[in-house]
């Protein structure tokens, strides 16, 4: 494979050229929220995209590395702000690095044993996600929250354990400020 450049919109999170592009909207995050009225009811009234990744496809091989940037709107759902739905890596020792570009976020972080982190992001914060640990951002502020990524490339997604339990905790807006709190679906699923 020959070495390449690409240009990275840091105010805007393009990629160019990106070859792989994927929106999600709420009805792609369904059970994800606590508020399923809330859910139901925006999906209703237009379905609204929470978030973009533009990913640089290389093979899938491992030694590769996949870069990725990712935009995510503000919002909320109920008083649940806008987040990635979160994965374990499907090869679950491959790690990651996110550097955050524009906005204010949380990188939220867990294990399988139940550990638990919440890293505040800003511009220029590098987040480094060890193996085994699950990763979901949320957008805090009231701007896009854009970050870089760059993972190895046979990591893999396994979204359906984050799809089942959620995350231990949840970020919802309290008094003006984002807050974690237990999440209370976290045990039932
Ligand atoms: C790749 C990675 C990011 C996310 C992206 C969207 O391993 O962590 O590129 O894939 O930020 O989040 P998810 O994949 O959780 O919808
Ligand atoms: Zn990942």
Same mark, same amino acid.
């Given at each position: +494979?020959?070495?390449?450049?690409l240009?990275?919109?840091?105010q805007?999170?393009g990629? @160019?050229?990106?070859n ?19 859910? @139901?009811?925006?999906?209703?009234q237009g ?35 806008? +987040?990635? %739905? ?9 790690? @990651?690095?996110?550097?955050g ?5 949380? =990188? ?6 139940g550990?638990?982190?919440? =890293?505040?992001v %800003? ?12 990763h ?14 760059v993972?190895?490339?046979?990591a ?7 799809? %089942?339990?959620?995350f231990? %905790? ?20």
């Amino acid at each position: +494979m020959w070495p390449f450049a690409l240009a990275v919109d840091l105010q805007r999170g393009g990629l @160019e050229p990106c070859n792989n592009i994927i929106e999600r909207h709420l009805s792609d995050m369904r059970g994800m929220y606590i508020d399923e009225a809330a859910t @139901e009811q925006a999906i209703a009234q237009g379905d609204p995209l929470l978030y973009e990744v533009n990913q640089y496809d290389v093979p899938f091989e491992t030694g590769q590395l996949l870069v990725v940037t990712t935009v995510i709107q503000p919002g909320r759902v109920g008083d649940e702000y806008y +987040m990635t %739905k979160g994965h374990f890596h499907e090869q679950i020792d491959r790690a @990651e690095v996110y550097v955050g570009l524009q906005g204010q976020g949380y =990188l939220l972080l867990e294990t399988t044993g139940g550990e638990f982190e919440a =890293l505040p992001v %800003k511009p220029g914060t590098l987040t480094y996600i060890p193996p085994y640990w699950a990763h979901r951002m949320v957008n805090v502020g009231r701007e896009e929250f854009i970050f870089f990524g760059v993972y190895p490339a046979d990591a893999g997604h396994n979204y359906g354990d984050i799809e %089942k339990r959620g995350f231990v %905790k949840v970020l919802v807006e309290r008094d003006g400020r984002p807050t974690l709190l237990l999440n209370p679906r976290h045990e039932m699923r």
